[in-house]
């Protein structure tokens, strides 16, 4: 389907948001920046999605053609306040989900669109509740699932999704990393 006369241009290794841009019906090209992604210690936790995203996006603007939109994002997971990055290790791993268990937190995904001529940034906030995990839900899933390259240690797509989330507020794609509805109605509007 055609939604926009640009070029989508898609500013994202992710497996997933590949997978969920292919599912909204729309074409597009994947460019990526191998810059390190960092952002100043003084922001706000909740403005850290939205900072990285516009970073990303600047890192691939000297590429953009005028009839191309570029897409970046940001997903991050915020639990008591404090930031949720993908684990470095098992033990990460372990005490994040830890941390997660039978409470509600929340993942915020910032998106920039950016052309030659605008920029567009926006964010989406869903609240996650988990049920109570035990040692050895939490070993399994790390064990068979691998959630290193995963905010908050875990995608709502896999194994915990299906046995640990009692409830969502937002939106479930948005959890998976790319906010699609909301994603598809601002490129229209770009």
């Known amino acids: 389907m055609k939604i926009t006369n ?16 292919s599912q909204m019906g729309i074409d597009f090209e994947v460019r990526v920046s191998d810059k390190e992604e960092l952002y100043p210690e003084n922001l706000k936790k909740e403005e850290v999605s939205e900072f990285l995203a516009i970073q990303k996006a600047n890192n691939l603007r000297n590429e953009l053609q005028e009839d191309e939109l570029l897409i970046t994002s940001d997903t ?9 990055n993908k684990p470095k290790n098992e033990k990460e791993a372990k005490e994040m989900l830890q941390s997660l268990s039978g409470k509600t937190h929340q993942v915020i995904t910032s998106v920039c669109l950016f052309s030659t001529e605008k920029i567009k940034v ?9 049920y109570e995990l035990s ?11 691998n959630p290193f390259d995963k905010a908050g ?12 989330v009692e409830k969502i507020e937002g939106s479930y ?4 990393g790319f906010p699609s509805s909301r994603i598809f109605n601002e ?3 770009f």
Not at 7 to 19: D, F, K, M, T
Not at 135 to 142: G, K, L, S, T
Not at 173 to 176: E, H, K, L, P, R
Request: net charge negative; charged share 20%.
């Open 122 to 130: 926006f964010s989406e906030r869903t609240n996650v509740t988990f």
């Open 187 to 189: 490129i229209r509007n």
């Open 153 to 164: 240690s875990y995608g709502i797509q896999e194994w915990i999704g299906y046995i640990a």
């Open 76 to 84: 991050i997971v915020l639990n008591d306040g404090e930031i949720l």
């Open 6 to 21: 640009y070029n989508i241009i898609l500013g994202s290794n992710s497996p997933r948001r590949r997978e969920i841009l």
């Open 135 to 145: 040692e050895e839900m939490i070993n399994f899933y790390i064990q068979n699932y």
């Open 173 to 176: 794609n948005n959890v998976v």
